[in-house]
């Protein structure tokens, strides 16, 4: 992975994380990894083993392509998902911020 591609990865796991409202603490524990090396995978410091993804997207109900490459249309048919896709990946981000926001205030 290249040091954008890590970055990414990162931020969809604390997208996802944060979403779901789980700490790093919880997240690390089900996926059976310490805290510092998925504290590193969130800020891209780290790439991780096909085992730990697997792991990873277990323990956040993600898809491996969510967490890889941003692809939201894993198990989701919906317009929403349509839209995010066809957005360049930093909108894409940006979009489901949003999404989180307004969510938030509903809850």
Not at 20 to 39: H, N
Not at 83 to 101: F, T
């Amino acid at each position: 992975m290249t040091h954008e591609e890590l970055l990414l990865f990162g931020e969809r796991l604390r997208n996802r994380r944060n979403v779901l409202g789980f700490t790093q603490e919880f997240v690390s524990d089900k996926a059976g990894i310490t805290l510092r090396f998925y504290q590193m995978l969130e800020r891209g410091e780290k790439s991780v083993s096909l085992d730990t993804l697997i792991s990873l997207s277990r323990a956040l109900t993600i898809s491996t392509d969510y967490l890889l490459f941003g692809d939201l249309s894993y198990n989701l048919e919906s317009p929403l998902v349509d839209i995010l896709n066809g957005l360049p990946q930093p909108q894409r981000e940006d979009a489901l911020k949003i999404l989180q926001l307004y969510s938030k205030a509903f809850k």
